[in-house]
């Protein structure tokens, strides 16, 4: 088996959605090579080479895979959380050994939505960047009109991995 374990190393009650959960999961083997034939094979992921990182949704949760550790936002609950990533170690096996039918893709396939960078934010509505939401902030940040920067609570080390997703998917797109 190419993967062994995703393990849950960290969970939090989600800002925006305070009946659901956000975590951390670290996982058993390294999946970079992965990547490209889960990005043909998920069907709305995007896909940054560089970061490298995958990010994806499996219903209102939102996914971003580095090569040995994950996050998901808006899981309903632990339980709920560990099934998604049992599905996920599932297809990360499956993918890995039909890779010969896979033709891998290393490019972004789908322009980001305002939900996932939204997803991406500390999403207290802080207003520190001028803009009256969060919400707001993720839709100007998508068209170029706003800089990443100007979130301050971001770049605390309580959002390292969310920043890195984001910066990731900017410097993909933009
Ligand atoms: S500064 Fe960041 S956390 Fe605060 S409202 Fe703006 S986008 Fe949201």
């Given at each position: 088996m190419f993967l062994e374990?995703?393990?849950?190393?960290?969970?939090?009650?989600?800002?925006?959605?305070?009946?659901?959960?956000?975590?951390?999961?670290?996982?058993?083997s390294d999946v970079t090579e992965v990547m490209p034939y889960l990005n043909t094979v998920i069907k709305n992921a995007i896909f940054n080479?560089?970061?490298?990182?995958?990010?994806?949704?499996?219903?209102f949760r939102l996914m971003v895979l580095y090569p040995q550790s994950l996050t998901m936002a808006k899981a309903v609950d632990r339980a709920d959380a560990r099934q998604i990533l049992e599905w996920l170690k599932d297809l990360i096996n499956?993918?890995?050994?039909?890779?010969?039918?896979?033709?891998?893709?290393?490019?972004?396939?789908?322009?980001?939505?305002?939900?996932?960078?939204?997803?991406?934010?500390?999403?207290?509505?802080?207003?520190?960047c001028g803009e009256a939401s969060c919400l707001a902030f993720a839709a100007l940040l998508l068209t170029g009109r706003q800089s990443i920067e100007n979130c301050r609570p971001l770049f605390t080390p309580e959002y390292v991995k969310e920043r890195e997703a984001l910066t990731g998917v900017l410097n993909a797109i933009l």
């Amino acid at each position: 088996m190419f993967l062994e374990e995703i393990y849950i190393t960290h969970t939090e009650q989600c800002i925006a959605e305070r009946d659901k959960i956000r975590l951390k999961a670290e996982l058993t083997s390294d999946v970079t090579e992965v990547m490209p034939y889960l990005n043909t094979v998920i069907k709305n992921a995007i896909f940054n080479r560089y970061a490298p990182l995958l990010s994806f949704t499996r219903e209102f949760r939102l996914m971003v895979l580095y090569p040995q550790s994950l996050t998901m936002a808006k899981a309903v609950d632990r339980a709920d959380a560990r099934q998604i990533l049992e599905w996920l170690k599932d297809l990360i096996n499956d993918t890995w050994e039909n890779r010969s039918s896979i033709t891998p893709n290393f490019e972004k396939k789908i322009k980001p939505s305002v939900p996932q960078f939204y997803s991406w934010l500390p999403r207290t509505n802080c207003r520190q960047c001028g803009e009256a939401s969060c919400l707001a902030f993720a839709a100007l940040l998508l068209t170029g009109r706003q800089s990443i920067e100007n979130c301050r609570p971001l770049f605390t080390p309580e959002y390292v991995k969310e920043r890195e997703a984001l910066t990731g998917v900017l410097n993909a797109i933009l």
